[in-house]
């Protein structure tokens, strides 16, 4: 398989890391961005998959999301596929932002690894 990497925007660090375990055990690699900010800065850096967190310190993942989709449209880059990671039913608002789907916490591995395998097309024996 080749080497897919993830961007995880969550700023609580106990589910920051039950998501790297996650991620690990499925076959994926991630980078961390702790804020909206960071997540809107690191974005461009090629990332297969963003998964979402909506309650980050200073800019929430909604307005994350939208710079992220601006700055795609400004510099016509591909659409990198965006996954909400919430605690709360917010599926269409989420959507409505430019995000292309929708994980409740606690996300199940099960419910991960689809979610993985829809976006970065992983080898289904993963």
């Known amino acids: 398989m080749s080497e897919k990497l993830i961007l995880l925007v969550e700023d609580d660090e106990t589910l920051c890391f039950l ?3 996650q991620l690990k055990k499925i076959g994926v690699s991630c980078r961390i961005a702790g804020t909206g900010m960071q997540a809107v800065e690191m974005a461009n850096d090629g990332y297969a998959l963003i998964l979402m967190d909506l309650g980050l310190p200073d800019m929430d993942g909604i307005e994350a999301t939208f710079r992220i989709r601006e700055e795609e449209l400004k510099a016509r880059k591909k659409r990198v596929p965006i996954v909400a990671l919430t605690e709360h039913a917010e599926r269409e608002k989420c959507l409505r932002a430019g995000m292309d ?7 199940p591995l099960e419910r991960l690894q689809e979610v993985v395998r829809k976006y970065c097309l992983l080898d289904s024996d993963q």
């Open 101 to 107: 789907d929708f994980l409740l916490k606690p996300v």
């Open 19 to 21: 998501a790297q375990k």
